[in-house]
């Protein structure tokens, strides 16, 4: 590895986590995982991060904020009833994507759950998101609050059912049909 500023490096293992957790998901950052994704060692990583946790807390933060501007860049241009069918399509499209984008949130939840410093990232990144999901649903109703609960309300369905989906092929709920009931519901 080339040598990098202290600043530079820890932002390239930062990065190389987040590629970890897009590729196999946050229960794959490790020391090891992410060392190899770099093209570095175990040690540097230890060097930067005082703990996997808080080497999985920054992985998620900066994998969540570019997820987050993938969507806000494809959805700009979109109506609302569209934005949101692109934000939810793993669970409501025709034909289902491979389910990872909504599933590594609920993945990121579980986590947060278990280990602090990921859930402060997690907390803070699902308020993000559901800025920009409120954004989109201003479309519909001038009430801001309104729009908000709106946008907090569509996200946990959609993450919990995209925790359904990790877990099992045959969900006991019709993913699909809830999902579009609860987008249907937020419009009326």
């Given amino acids: 590895m080339a040598y990098l500023a202290r600043a530079a490096r820890r932002h390239s293992?930062?990065?190389?986590?987040?590629?970890?957790?897009?590729?196999?998901g946050l229960s794959a950052v490790t020391a090891r995982a992410?060392?190899?994704?770099?093209?570095?060692?175990?040690?540097?990583?230890?060097h930067h991060f005082g703990s996997t946790?808080?080497?999985?807390?920054?992985?998620?933060?900066?994998?969540?904020?570019?997820?987050?501007?993938?969507y806000e860049r494809e959805a700009g241009c979109l109506d609302p009833?569209?934005?949101?069918?692109?934000?939810?399509?793993?669970?409501v499209g025709d034909t289902r994507g491979?389910?990872?984008?909504?599933?590594?949130?609920?993945?990121a939840g579980a986590h947060a759950q278990l280990r602090s410093a990921v859930a402060v990232s997690y907390v803070e990144s699902?308020?993000?998101l559901t800025d920009v999901l409120a954004k989109v649903l201003?479309?519909?109703?001038?009430?801001?609050?309104?729009?908000?609960?709106?946008?907090?309300?569509?996200?946990?369905?959609?993450?919990?059912l995209a925790g359904i989906t990790r877990i099992t092929d045959d969900p006991p709920v019709a993913v699909r049909t809830v999902m579009l009931s609860a987008i249907r519901a937020e419009f009326h």
């Fill in 13 to 24: 293992i930062v990065e190389a986590a987040a590629a970890v957790v897009a590729r196999d």
């Fill in 34 to 46: 992410v060392a190899d994704e770099l093209g570095g060692s175990q040690g540097q990583i230890h």
């Fill in 53 to 70: 946790d808080e080497l999985a807390a920054e992985a998620w933060r900066h994998f969540a904020a570019l997820e987050i501007q993938a």
């Fill in 81 to 91: 009833p569209a934005a949101l069918a692109l934000f939810f399509d793993d669970l």
């Fill in 98 to 107: 491979d389910g990872r984008a909504l599933a590594r949130w609920a993945e």
């Fill in 126 to 128: 699902l308020a993000q």
């Fill in 138 to 160: 201003s479309g519909v109703t001038a009430d801001p609050e309104r729009a908000r609960q709106a946008a907090g309300r569509l996200l946990m369905v959609g993450v919990g």
